[in-house]
């Protein structure tokens, strides 16, 4: 990392000192898909026009990310025309005083392993996720809390699934995926074991804009009866 782009990461983070601009910006990252400045205004309890002016300066800043979209159900005058919308941006900032480039050594290091001419590096380096992640699920209260810890931004879909809306290695992955993405994998494996649940509910499943894992939710008993086996009380003797 130069210090030109350290100091101006600082300055870019810094923005978020302000307690409105850090609201909406957290309003903003949160969502799966974009929202106006009228429901970010909404979300984080400012005013339309002050939310507008907070809102383009962390867009000007690549904190976030501005399109234009017609939004669905607006009619009246101007109904037809796109809205300016917001949404969370791909770009990573990092600052770290004096300047450090662990990204560099992170590059480094999963090249030397690819480079290898066997798997045993790889099998240690995903034997070590595994304990990473491990011990950080035996320290919290449930898995989601751990991947929270961890950076993966953890959210249940509507089908119950765990998807994490966050690749905490995303500058490591793009050159290195399959690496990088198998160490997610035994990572998260890992909280799930320490925790004590099934590391099996862990599978890669790579999609757009977010981890490579998925965590499926606990099996349901066979037939839906969770009522356990019967008892005399049952009338069953």
Do not use: W
Request: glycine share 10%; with cysteine; aromatic share 4%.
């Amino acid at each position: 990392m130069s210090t030109a782009g350290s100091n101006q990461d600082l300055h870019e983070v810094s923005l978020l000192a302000d307690d409105v601009r850090r609201r909406l910006y957290d309003v903003v990252v949160a969502q799966s898909e974009a929202i106006t400045r009228e429901q970010a205004a909404a979300a984080a309890g400012v005013g339309r026009a002050l939310a507008a002016y907070h809102l383009d300066r962390l867009a000007e800043a690549g904190l976030i990310e501005v399109g234009f979209a017609r939004t669905p159900g607006r009619t009246g005058p101007g109904s037809g025309r796109p809205a300016k919308q917001y949404s969370r941006s791909s770009r990573e900032l990092s600052v770290t005083l004096p300047p450090r480039d662990y990204a560099l050594l992170a590059r480094i290091l999963a090249t030397a392993v690819e480079g290898s001419a066997s798997d045993r590096v790889g099998a240690a380096l995903r034997g070590a996720a595994a304990e990473e992640g491990e011990a950080l699920g035996c320290r919290s209260h449930t898995v989601p809390d751990a991947l929270t810890v961890a950076g993966y931004e953890p959210v249940t879909d509507p089908a119950g699934d765990i998807v994490l809306r966050n690749c905490p290695f995303h500058s490591v992955v793009q050159e290195h995926t399959a690496l990088v993405c198998s160490l997610n994998h035994a990572f998260v494996q890992g909280a799930l074991a320490g925790a004590g649940e099934d590391p099996g509910r862990a599978e890669l499943c790579p999609r757009a804009g977010h981890c490579c894992v998925v965590v499926h939710p606990v099996p349901s008993a066979p037939g839906g009866d969770l009522t356990g086996p019967a008892t005399e009380q049952d009338g069953v003797s």
